[in-house]
């Protein structure tokens, strides 16, 4: 009897213990799914890029400024140069005036692109009368990001960051002018310099209103009207703020091994207050965002997702294991991942 009772006792216990150590099925509660479509092999470590229709334009290291164009579904290189003897290393489009702004580590380069986009337009000219090859230039070897404002057809303001103290915060007036007798176009620049007192690193724009990330001296938000810039709110981010992203009423910081800081600009953009901080699994490098998502490219530690649904308590959605990645951008529902195994291009879709 004795023997029965203890071999049962020892049936007991082990259901008990089997049922303690299954876990329970984990629901996937990712807000997104992001699947890999494909990957353009680049020669060079991908530093930077962009995509506007089908095509996808890289600042690929040693291996130059390329374009790539998506023929439903076939992806292939079909434009490539070198600006300089320099390392391409940034780059950003502007589609409407069909201009491309290339950044190597000796020189920012502009040029234009002919209607398509899939090439340098075949005549290009910085002077009334004078065919030239070679690009405006713009920024200096320490130009470090990019972003813009239209004003009109005929006006892009382009500002530029610099980690020259000497330089700070550059805006670049690019006048786009008509030859009333050749019908053709052509571009003139006119730099500004203004001194914010930092290195400069990271920038974004929207109109008139500027933010800049210094580096572990923290951000700086600018309201700057043509040649005049005033200075809203500086803040210090604890961390090393590298790039900043503008995102509805809220300055989203790119603060290295910090994280990502969530600031609030107050009503009027008067001021910044510090709002909410996220810490991923890695130093956050480049911020990109769709829709309430920010999409953070973090290193060597690949991208990480974070819901933005309720800016004031962030939740880190989803980490992708895409290699060392520089930096995303995103167009419709394809984020273009810049890495060193080339552009990693991911479907992103809602649940």
């Known amino acids: 009897m004795k023997r029965k009772t203890l071999l049962a006792s020892i049936l007991m216990l082990t259901l008990i213990l089997s049922a303690c150590l299954k876990p329970d099925p984990i629901d996937d509660m990712t807000v997104a799914t992001v699947t890999l479509q494909d990957v353009l092999e680049t ?7 962009s995509a506007y229709g089908n095509k996808i334009f890289v600042a690929a290291s040693a291996a130059g ?11 292939s290189k079909v434009y490539s140069h070198h600006f300089g003897s320099a390392s391409a290393s940034g780059l950003r489009v502007e589609p409407e005036y069909k201009l491309i702004l290339s950044v190597s580590k000796d020189q920012g380069y502009l040029r234009q692109l002919n209607d398509d986009l899939s090439a340098f337009d075949s005549v290009y000219i910085n002077h009334p009368s004078v065919l030239i ?7 200096d070897q320490n130009t470090r990001d990019m972003a813009s404002t239209r004003v009109n057809d ?18 670049t007036f690019l006048n786009r002018f008509t030859d009333g007798l050749e019908g053709y176009h052509y571009w003139e620049a006119n730099t500004i310099k ?20 210094h580096g572990e001296l923290g951000v700086g938000l600018y309201r700057i009207e043509f040649d005049h810039a005033d200075t809203l709110g500086i803040l210090d981010t604890g961390g090393e703020a590298l790039e900043v992203k503008l995102f509805d009423n809220y300055l989203l910081v790119a603060d290295n091994w910090a ?19 996220v810490e991923v699994g890695g130093w956050v490098k480049h911020i990109s965002t769709w829709n309430d998502m920010a999409v953070l490219s973090c290193g060597e530690n690949g991208m990480f997702l974070v819901d933005l649904s309720d800016p004031g308590d962030p939740k880190v959605d989803q980490a992708i294991d ?18 060193r195994e080339g552009v990693k291009r991911y479907h992103i879709q809602n649940r």
């Open 322 to 339: 895409a290699g060392y990645t520089y930096s995303t951008f995103i167009s419709d529902d394809m984020i273009h991942a810049a890495t």
């Open 65 to 75: 400024t390329q374009i790539w164009e998506d023929d439903n579904g076939t992806v």
């Open 259 to 277: 994280g990502m800081q969530i600031l609030s600009i107050s009503a009027g953009d008067s001021s910044l207050t510090h709002l909410a901080n």
């Open 43 to 49: 020669e060079g470590y991908a530093r930077d890029v």
């Open 133 to 139: 090859w070679e690009s405006e230039h713009f920024g």
């Open 154 to 171: 005929s006006l892009l303001v382009l500002y530029n960051t610099d980690t020259d103290l000497g330089d700070g915060l550059r805006f």
């Open 194 to 213: 203004k001194y914010t007192g930092a290195k400069n690193y990271g920038i974004d724009a929207q109109g008139s209103l500027v933010a800049s990330s």
